[in-house]
């Protein structure tokens, strides 16, 4: 630009600019009536459909998160599954010990709940509820268990057995009765060790 148009633009600024700008503003910032009003329809111009991209971004989200989610869960199932197994096994076959020897203080004469049982009586319990364990549980929780003798074993320790009573003379009896002569038991739990 030349050194006169840009004199005659400072010129401009300053004589025709300069002392119209502060009324102007003063009237439109401070009086409502001069102020210029949005139309109507120039508001529904700025309209965004921001529900869309919320939508679109919540199922792509959905989409990212939900295979992660599911091996999230996989592998939750697989830390702590084992455990609830187990657990969940040993509440079962201390349930299973508790009903069978529930049932064998009932059906044994002699037994009453809550006294000490004789070497006699408590040997005869044992059997009782080592015959009903074998008859009315799965073979899994037998197995669980430890087999009839580990049942025997548990339902021994549970019972409240006079002083006397010890595992030679009121277990091995009962272990016996139940499951058979003690040659028979021998085979059947080297046959367990071997499998």
Known sequence: MTPTADFARTVARVVLVGPALPPLLLLGGCAPAHAAALAVADAALFVLPWGDAVLALAQGLAALLTPVLVAALAAALARFGGPLRLLLTQALVERLVRNATDFALNAVAGAVRGRRLTVSVGSAVIARAVQRALD???????RA????EG?????????????AATAGNTLEP???????????REAARGGRETA
């Open 151 to 163: 049942v025997a074993e548990k339902v021994f320790r549970s019972l409240p057995l006079e002083a």
């Open 145 to 148: 268990a430890g087999g009839g």
């Open 136 to 142: 009315q549980a799965p073979a899994w929780l037998i």
């Open 174 to 184: 009962a272990l016996e009765r139940a499951l058979g002569s003690g040659s028979a």
